[in-house]
């Protein structure tokens, strides 16, 4: 039986990345700081703890696993990545995390690693036009991301990348766009657009106005989070070593999300634009390089992941009521 350990196993993606290894028929652990809010726990062992302790670390990764999945970081959507406030414990947290996780892999021979990298170590000069935005692998340099969010996965890419060539590691790197989907964060600061658009209408009835950051006109792509499983698997599994988009090309701005989600509820929203944290004024994956290499690409479209995900949040907003 094949063995997997996924970090950040108590995540949204971590979580649905544990169901879809278990259907496969591997022997799962799990690690994170906590359980998985919305899932039962399916992994075959579980370890609660902080992957900042190397120790903790070293103990958790106690034999060569076939394959590791590194999504363990300290994260959240744009109201907690973009406020300044949170720089610190972003960058020493995340970067600790995989400087641990590594050199444990490293050490314990374990011949493939995956990490999960962000579109937001993108330089933001080729983000400023909302209809053309350059997301290309190749873009990548001369960096400037737009927070110290996207500046800590750049690092971390390249860590991974020097322990591919200099400790004989299989390391893969991805680039991920805006995932979303159920049992996901939804409230409390840490939700992304899609989650918190999805609450915000979930909550309002038809007619009542909702408060949008920023003028509405920014673009970005999401990714359903099934679909992102299925490209992360493809990219461990590779033998390709450079980083990759791994998002959708179905790019939208706020305001079509917005009315997106307001149709699939069947209410009429009035939009109310405030001042807020909105990061760079485009972004879309670029998926040229993950079509040529991997022979993949997402088979669902934005409305379809909505309604599964609306349909959940919705769920859950009546449940705290």
């Given at each position: 039986m094949k063995t997997a350990l996924v970090c950040g196993a108590g995540g949204f993606i971590g979580g649905h990345l544990v169901r879809r290894l278990k259907s496969e028929g591997f022997w799962v652990r799990g690690v994170d700081?906590?359980?998985?809010?919305?899932?039962?726990?399916?992994?075959?062992?579980?370890?609660?703890?902080?992957?900042?302790?190397?120790?903790?670390?070293?103990s958790v990764i106690d034999r060569p696993f076939d394959e590791i999945y590194q999504l363990a970081a300290d994260m959240g959507g744009a109201g907690f990545i973009f406020t300044g406030e949170n720089d610190a414990d972003i960058m020493h947290n995340s970067a600790t995390i995989n400087l641990n996780v590594l050199d444990a892999?490293?050490?314990?021979?374990?011949?493939?690693?995956?990490?999960?990298?962000?579109?937001?170590?993108?330089?933001?000069?080729?983000?400023?036009?909302?209809?053309?935005?350059?997301?290309?692998?190749?873009?990548?340099?001369p960096a400037a991301p737009d927070s110290e969010y996207g500046w800590e996965k750049l690092f971390s890419e390249r860590l991974f990348l020097t322990y591919n060539r200099n400790r004989r590691i299989q390391a893969r790197v991805a680039r991920y766009h805006n995932i979303f989907g159920p049992q996901g964060t939804w409230t409390g600061g840490r939700e992304k657009a899609p989650a918190?658009?999805?609450?915000?209408?979930?909550?309002?009835?038809?007619?009542?106005?909702?408060?949008?950051?920023?003028?509405?006109?920014?673009?970005?792509?999401?990714?359903?989070?099934?679909?992102?499983v299925e490209?992360?698997?493809?990219?461990?599994r590779s033998d390709f070593t450079s980083p990759v988009n791994i998002g959708s090309e179905e790019m939208v701005t706020i305001d079509q999300?917005?009315?997106?989600?307001?149709?699939?509820?069947?209410?009429?929203?009035?939009?109310n634009h405030i001042p807020g944290p909105v990061g760079v004024r485009g972004r879309n994956s670029d998926n040229r390089l993950i079509q040529s290499a991997l022979g993949w690409a997402p088979s669902h479209s934005l409305r379809e992941g909505l309604e599964k995900t609306y349909e959940w949040i919705e769920a859950q907003v009546k449940r705290n009521q």
């Open positions: 700081l906590k359980f998985h809010e919305y899932f039962d726990n399916e992994a075959d062992d579980f370890v609660v703890g902080d992957l900042r302790d190397q120790q903790l670390t070293r892999a490293y050490k314990r021979a374990c011949p493939r690693i995956f990490y999960s990298s962000s579109a937001c170590m993108y330089p933001a000069y080729n983000q400023e036009d909302p209809d053309n935005p350059n997301c290309a692998e190749d873009s990548a340099y918190a658009i999805c609450r915000k209408i979930a909550m309002a009835k038809s007619g009542d106005t909702i408060d949008i950051w920023g003028d509405g006109k920014q673009t970005r792509s999401f990714l359903f989070v099934d679909e992102c490209g992360t698997l493809r990219l461990a999300l917005v009315d997106l989600v307001s149709d699939i509820a069947g209410k009429s929203i009035t939009k």
